[in-house]
């Protein structure tokens, strides 16, 4: 398809790379020249130079034959104004990020009265993934399939869990709850389990099942399931806002650290019920103060990834581990380094407000065609767990697993037959109108029938 | 430094040379000539070679622009020596200077050569030798592009490092899609020539040969007076051809998509016109005694400014016997060559404008010191990095011009012969003036001059950096 995307930020310039990958045309708009050169030397992919409010840049960027145009420029007013004219000369479809509240509170409005396709809040959108972690105290990463129907789980392997030493064949007589271990990271690497995988402590693994099934999992493994009671958020931005009144609606209770005094006041005005604090989030004795070592979950939210990592190894010492942290990072892509170190669950905004775009427009794309519903990266990005949507026959369908010659490192690990989910054994088959989870080590398969050797 | 991709590349290189060679082989064969006994083993070497080093393709295709840079520029080194084999082996060109000259100045689109009478050559050779111009003209590296799979986006350092001009740009976002255009408007470009100059009677072979020379803006000829034995038609149609394949391809492909205005309004193309208009003008009422009329002077003035200023280097005349004025004009052109984004050579339209334009603003900068001005090209303001990479690539080439000059001179011919052909071949033009004119030819240079004068093409066909690369990287990590 042709895209264009205006403003090449942290946003745009991941989405360009992605997009590229999955071969599709892309052309950036942005006013920086540096920014356009830089991201067209690295990628295969066309670069404008203007504002891409402008009928005159957009049409050098191709917009008559645009099928998605993404505005993802600093600015919301400009992103909106953006996808307007976009949507006005070529009637494509547009995707606006718009951060500010006022705008976001709106969203249903302008997308009706300006034809703006998909408005993304990058703060609220990791809000609500914030919030899930949350609910979720044991895992640390989740990602969704099928409108959030499954899921795939990231738990770590203690060293007094039942799951040590058991192979999987062992594990799904021995304990209730019909999950699949679909990947496990064992120091650095990227593993696709066979039945007779050995689970060890220390192993990070990954399950795939439907949101009842995993409940039912962690449970009978002792973990935490309960959502947790209370939060401290350290840094008082938009997403701590959105997060907040999230937490604040479920029942916890939620202590806001914000060093800025204008800013506890705004809060302290939007959110009556939070405990809003003037301070300093890195200062230790006011952590303290404030019952780190008794709170059961802390939120690093401030705009340094540098602080935001210092707190949470912080409150993971000092708690003795028992604490639930989650970690905001913006920028720093040392992605081996921090997940090697004890961080607890992480969440990158980019890359939340990348998946939902990229959803979007693989959704858009299954329209013409191809089949890949959904994406995402596990593992540091060594393994990939595809969202297959079978539409029509091909080789694989209507043939029993275990007669198909699959692929190594390749796993068939859920299957969605109207919204009845199929964890697959080798009688089971694929058929039309399926919906399959493919985890896998290999990258770039695009269609279902690429897993065949 | 990835040798392993730069290997890779050259494989393929080889590979696509064996396939260039089948041409002039079933030519060969055609016309019924042994000639065609010197393509095989050439290209079975290149096959064996070739496939050997692709067959594996490399685990790491990390590509920055030094391996970009270096890989075009041994690329073309081995294309000018795999090049000269069949002319070596077949005895046609015996001496393996000479040949690599006749091979590089082919590929660089020059058209300077060191044969004293091209009519004896087999018809098989002739051919191939017109169509390492055409293979040239767009270069290797673009073809490699639209056909070789190549993952990632560095490639378009490859693109950046063959094409000629100050900014390279693509058409459409992938650069393989780019490439495939490029190489359909060439191809397409080429053909209608050809059948334009048969209506016109030219023999078939005439007329293919003469649309390579003109289309990669080369100039190799297959008669001993160029184009001058040719109707007015023929010459009028090379001409105008030459003129179309010297402007920026961007142009075309904006025409293709209907953007008209886009396309015309291009500063660089209406600059080029403006000066082919009046050089043609100027040597008509210069040169007229040497024609029979206005119409006759007028053909072979356009077409000598034509061929000059787009680097072709055909003649349907000896301008060596000129007056000097004329003379002068057309020495003026070859530093100036063609648009950017063509297939000629030469600093450039686009960078002439630019640097004229930076002239201007310096001495509005001296005289009022406060004012800020801003070098716009085509109705844009340019960056300032523009502007001076422009001026140092002029440092670049007159750096490359004064060591030519130098050791061209050692050979002791005068002063015009040893400018003019260094002029020719950094400028890939072909012809100069008096030993090196129209009527004269490269073969009584030194082997020294003739090694300086491969430099001077490659680099100038390539601009001058990635040759420099060669002698910069392996001295620095």
């Known amino acids: 398809m042709n895209i264009i995307i205006v403003g090449c930020g942290k946003v745009g310039s991941t989405i360009a790379e992605q997009l590229q990958i999955e071969n599709h045309d892309v052309t950036v708009v942005d006013i920086d020249e540096e920014v356009v050169n830089e991201l067209t030397y690295k990628l295969d992919i066309m670069g404008v130079v203007g504002n891409g409010t402008s009928n005159t840049v957009l049409q050098e960027a191709g917009i008559s034959d645009a099928d998605i145009v993404i505005a993802v420029t600093e600015m919301d007013e400009m992103n909106l104004l953006c996808c307007l004219i976009a949507k006005k000369t070529s009637n494509c479809n547009t995707v606006a990020r718009v951060r500010n509240p006022i705008y976001s509170n709106e969203t249903e409005f302008l997308k009706k009265e300006l034809g703006i396709s998909m408005i993304i809040n990058p703060e609220l959108a990791a809000s609500q993934e914030v919030s899930r972690l949350l609910s979720l105290p044991s895992v640390i990463e989740i990602s969704t399939f099928a409108n959030g129907k499954i899921e795939i789980l990231k738990l770590k392997v203690e060293k007094n869990s039942v799951l040590c030493g058991m192979t999987l064949i062992k594990m799904r007589k021995a304990i209730p709850g019909n999950v699949l271990i679909c990947a496990v990271e064992r120091e650095d690497e990227a593993l696709i389990p066979t039945g007779d995988f050995i689970i060890e402590a220390e192993d990070y693994i990954y399950i795939i099942a439907s949101k009842k099934d995993s409940q039912l999992f962690l449970s009978s493994l002792g973990l935490f399931t309960d959502k947790v009671k209370d939060t401290i958020i350290i840094g008082g931005g938009g997403l701590a806002y959105y997060l907040a009144t999230d937490l604040l609606y479920l029942g916890l209770d939620v202590k806001i650290i914000e060093i800025d005094r204008e800013r506890c006041e705004e809060l302290s005005e939007l959110l009556p019920k939070a405990s809003i604090i003037h301070g300093d989030g890195i200062d230790e004795s006011l952590l303290l103060e404030e019952g780190l070592t008794t709170a059961s979950s802390l939120v690093a939210l401030t705009n340094l990834d540098e602080e935001n990592i210092m707190l949470s190894l912080y409150a993971k010492k000092i708690s003795g581990e028992k604490i639930k942290t989650v970690t905001k990072i913006n920028k720093i892509t040392f992605d081996e380094v921090i997940s090697s170190l004890n961080l607890g669950s992480v969440v990158v905004p980019k890359n939340i407000m990348t998946e939902h775009i990229l959803q979007y427009v693989r959704a858009l794309e299954n329209s013409y065609g191809s089949n890949v519903e959904t994406m995402y990266r596990l593992v540091n990005g060594k393994v990939e767990a595809l969202e297959f949507n079978v539409n029509e026959d091909s080789e694989v369908v209507d043939i029993p697993l275990k007669s198909l010659n699959i692929k190594k490192n390749i796993l068939i690990s859920c299957i969605n037959r109207k919204g009845k989910i199929i964890t697959p054994g080798g009688d089971d088959a694929i058929h039309r109108g399926d919906t399959v989870i493919v985890v896998t080590t290999e990258s770039g398969l695009s269609d279902l029938s690429e897993i065949l050797d | ?477």
Do not use: C
């Open chain 2, 1 to 477: 430094m990835n040798y392993s991709m730069i290997f890779y590349l050259i494989g393929w290189t080889l590979n696509a040379m064996a396939g260039f060679m089948t041409l002039p082989l079933f030519v060969s064969l055609y016309y019924g000539e042994s000639s065609y006994l010197y393509f095989i083993p050439v290209i079975a070497v290149s096959l064996v070679l070739g496939i050997s080093l692709v067959h594996k393709k490399p685990k790491n295709t990390v590509f920055y622009a030094r391996e970009g840079f270096t890989s075009v520029a041994l690329i073309w080194i081995v294309l000018s020596i795999v090049g000269s084999l069949p002319f070596i082996i077949s005895g046609e060109i015996p001496h393996f200077v000479d040949a690599v000259f006749e091979t590089a100045s082919g590929f660089t689109t020059t058209g300077s050569s060191i044969l004293v009478n091209v009519e004896k050559m087999s018809r098989g050779m002739q051919f191939w030798r017109s169509f390492t111009h055409w293979i040239g003209g767009m270069g290797v590296l673009v073809l490699l592009l639209a056909i070789v799979p190549l993952v990632g986006g560095h490639n378009f350092q490859l693109m950046k490092a063959e094409s000629p001009g100050p900014a390279v740009s693509k058409f459409v976002p992938k650069i393989k899609k780019s490439a495939a255009i490029l190489y359909a408007i060439y191809i397409a470009m080429t053909v209608i020539q050809i059948i334009l100059l048969v209506i016109f009677k030219m023999p078939v072979f005439d007329a293919v040969v003469t649309a390579f020379g003109s289309a990669g803006t080369g100039g190799f000829g297959i008669k001993v007076d160029s184009m001058a034995s040719y109707s007015w038609q023929i010459q009028l149609i090379t001409g105008i051809f030459m003129m179309l394949f010297g402007v920026n391809f961007t142009v075309y492909y904006l025409i293709l998509t209907k953007k008209f205005r886009q396309a015309f309004g291009s500063e660089e193309l209406r600059v080029y016109i403006l000066i082919i208009a009046l050089s043609t003008l100027a040597i008509t009422f210069d040169a007229g005694e040497y024609f029979n009329g206005f119409g006759e002077t007028l053909n072979h003035a356009f077409f000598q400014v034509s061929s000059i200023i787009t680097t072709t280097g055909f003649a349907t005349f000896d301008f060596n016997v000129w007056p000097t004025f004329s003379k002068s004009i057309i020495v003026l052109l070859m530093f100036i060559g063609a648009s950017a984004g063509s297939t000629g050579g030469g600093l450039k339209v686009s960078r002439i404008i630019i640097l004229t334009k930076s002239v201007y603003r310096e001495l509005q900068r001296t005289l009022r010191p406060r004012s800020v001005k801003k070098v716009r090209f085509d109705k844009k303001p340019i960056t300032d990095d523009t502007v001076r990479s422009v001026g140092v690539y002029l440092a670049a080439y007159f750096l490359v011009f004064s060591l030519s000059v130098l050791v061209l001179s050692l050979d002791n011919f005068d002063f015009t012969t040893s400018f003019t052909a260094t002029a020719a071949t950094i400028n890939n033009i072909g012809p100069g003036l008096e030993v090196v004119g129209p009527a004269g030819g490269f073969s009584e240079f030194s082997d020294l001059s003739k090694i300086m004068m491969i430099f001077n093409m490659l680099a100038g066909r390539l601009e001058f950096y990635p040759i420099f690369s060669l002698f910069y990287l392996p001295f620095k990590r």
